[in-house]
């Protein structure tokens, strides 16, 4: 789920897994002390005093979470009862390279649409849908051996496969760090938080990672208390250019897909230079799997965006992706998207006529 | 660009803005019941929408190639096989680019960001950018225009009377020719031109132009703006040199010049001493 905004109401702040939100004693002190702080530069700072947005604290969420890509809560640990999708991952424990569909990961229930047509490659199975989905994850697509032949070191069989067990401790890190921000917010009487910054991090070593969000919590001087705290990542001038534009901040988005290669045999001989250790070879050309990954993982991040966008629009979105060889010809792909979730509050027309001028240096 | 808008005056009604807002618990003016995405910027989300455009959603294509094992051993010319692989995968990266600013609804797609990276036996080619269009709902045209030029840019260039058209792109990867051992011994010891990497370096810059300028005008643009360009060394293959040069292709679009007169000003805190060559200097 993505983080839809708004200051949680005692009740949401209680997450399925048992998480209490609550703002430590120590903090609210502080936070309902007279001397206030504040993220903001100088001039940002003095852009928002113009416009009567007032600065009341520093706000803060953290959340430390145990990191691990094979670890507790992935399919690597266990051999679900019912099959489906884990069938590639089962296989890519090692025991199964390449092993007949159905045989290694407890059965695929699904046939295989298209796939890599015997003696041609270019062809691609989309699956996913109603087979193989799971709280881990779900096959996006499909990829057969277009050779014919079955043997233990031959990947006749290939997806890729979202990772939603990588996505969802991501986005409980995110939401969980970025609700206890807002909590602060909520403790200072805040209206808004403005210059939020987040970043994940490894924390001590690659096992932890820690959901770092900050911002400034703020108020509109003389405006009552809106009915949801309001938060994004703009700041001062840019601020003022979004609402001049009609626009209003409602909450900061930001979501994570993960999708993983699990090579077949095509796409394993293909990251190798065309040539595999069995004797096939294939031809040179487009890595069909490895562009859809890349593809699929960009789709899906903004998809789960989208879906809590409602009506309004992403601004100013930040999209970041990492991927790397995890080795024969298998590929992880991790994006990241986030932003500004704003809403049209009135209609302007917000930019005078363009006055061209050209600078001399 | 600039505004003329007065600094108090904003400060002033956006704070009255902001009460009023407020009072209003911030309610929606929204229509749309279709959330969509944008890496613009304000300002140019701002810019386009002073000419009647709108971003429409943030959109992307991919493409990933393989390059064939052996073809890095030092032969001689170019590495044919890998500046095939490149070519291949910008061009199916920015067809899926395209097909997706089609899927949207855009009429086509500003400050497309290039991420190519080459490896022993994989060329990976993404781009990605904010697909736009005009407001009124016109038609999107059967193959939206492509530029890696920012919202304020193709803001210029429709002003000035020009239209993007697309990406025009081109590489080479050739081999530095083979020293003779007497010449490789000769250079060892004295400061002088190695005229194989020099020749290497001139055959991929021609071949990588040469390839760009005519998807320009396979494209039936009138030549390409902001081009950028990219050499260096390979470095699993320091026997080879490589080149890539890329660019939004434009044409005319017969429109009058909607610019007008230039106010020109002359900044007197530019430290600058030299020609600054970056804005040429791709990655």
């Known amino acids: ?361 | 660009m600039t505004s003329a808008a007065d600094g108090d005056a904003t400060a002033g009604n956006l704070r009255d803005t902001l009460l009023t807002l407020a009072a209003n618990g911030y309610a929606s003016r929204s229509k749309s019941q279709k959330g969509s995405t944008s890496d613009l910027s304000i300002d140019e989300a701002l810019v386009l929408h002073s000419i009647g455009w709108e971003p429409v959603e943030l959109v992307c294509g991919a493409a990933a190639f393989s390059i064939p094992a052996g073809i890095w051993t030092w032969t001689q010319g170019e590495v044919v096989a890998a500046s095939a692989a490149y070519a291949g995968a910008m061009g199916r990266a920015a067809a899926a680019l395209q097909a997706e600013c089609r899927a949207v609804g855009g009429h086509g797609v500003v400050g497309v960001r290039l991420d190519v990276t080459v490896e022993r036996h994989l060329v990976n080619a993404v781009m990605v950018g904010s697909a736009v269009a005009p407001g009124g709902g016109a038609r999107p045209p059967a193959l939206p225009f492509l530029s890696d030029l920012s919202g304020r840019d193709f803001t210029l260039l429709r002003l000035g009377g020009w239209d993007p058209v697309g990406l025009a792109f081109g590489a080479s990867f050739v081999n530095a020719p083979r020293r003779s051992v007497s010449v490789a011994m000769r250079q060892s010891s004295q400061n002088v031109e190695l005229t194989n990497y020099t020749e290497a370096l001139y055959a991929a810059r021609e071949s990588a132009m040469e390839r760009m300028q005519s998807m320009a005008s396979q494209l039936a643009g009138h030549g390409v703006v902001g081009v950028r360009v990219s050499e260096g060394s390979v470095h699993f293959a320091r026997h080879v040199l490589r080149f890539a040069a890329w660019g939004t292709v434009v044409k005319a679009s017969g429109r009058p010049d909607e610019l007008g007169p230039v106010s020109v000003v002359v900044p007197l805190d530019d430290a600058a001493l030299a020609f600054d060559v970056a804005s040429l200097r791709g990655r």
């Open chain 1, 1 to 361: 789920m993505v983080h839809t905004g708004g200051t949680p109401e005692p009740e949401s702040a209680v997450s399925p897994d048992g998480y209490q939100g609550d703002v430590p004693p120590e903090a609210a002190g502080r936070l309902s002390s007279s001397a206030w702080s504040s993220g903001l530069s100088v001039n940002d700072f003095a852009a928002c005093a113009q416009m009567g947005i007032r600065p009341v604290a520093l706000v803060q969420g953290f959340c430390v979470m145990g990191w691990s890509w094979y670890g507790m809560g992935s399919p690597y640990l266990y051999r679900p009862a019912y099959g489906g999708a884990m069938g590639g991952a089962w296989s890519g424990m090692g025991g199964f390279r390449g092993g007949i569909p159905g045989t290694a990961g407890g059965g695929f229930g699904a046939p295989f649409a298209g796939g890599y047509q015997s003696g041609g490659y270019g062809g691609q199975g989309v699956s996913g849908g109603s087979y193989g989905r799971s709280r881990w994850g779900s096959t996006i697509t499909s990829y057969s051996c277009p050779h014919s032949y079955v043997g233990m070191d031959h990947r006749n069989f290939g997806e890729n496969f979202e990772q939603r067990w990588v996505s969802d401790a991501w986005q409980h890190g995110f939401d969980t760090a970025f609700a206890r921000m807002m909590e602060e917010a909520a403790a200072a009487g805040a209206h808004g938080v403005i210059a939020v910054v987040d970043t994940v991090s490894h924390l001590i070593d690659a096992s932890i990672r820690e959901f770092h969000v900050y911002g400034t919590a703020v108020v509109v001087e003389g405006a009552p208390r809106p009915p949801a705290i309001w938060s994004t990542y703009l700041a001062g001038q840019r601020l003022a250019k979004l609402i001049e534009a009609g626009f209003m901040p409602a909450s900061v988005v930001a979501s994570m897909a993960s999708v993983r290669v699990w090579a077949v045999c095509v796409t394993q001989a293909l990251m190798a230079g065309g040539y595999q250790t069995g004797g096939w070879s294939a031809p040179s050309g487009e890595i069909t799997q490895v562009s859809d990954a890349q593809m699929q993982a960009r789709r899906l991040v903004r998809d789960h965006v989208k879906s809590s966008l409602g009506g309004d629009t992403l601004h100013g979105a930040v999209l970041g992706v990492s991927w790397s060889d995890v080795g024969e010809g298998d590929y992880q792909v991790d994006a990241v998207l986030r932003g500004t979730r704003v809403r049209r509050v009135r209609d302007a027309d917000p930019l005078p006529a363009p006055k061209l001028t050209l600078r001399l240096s």
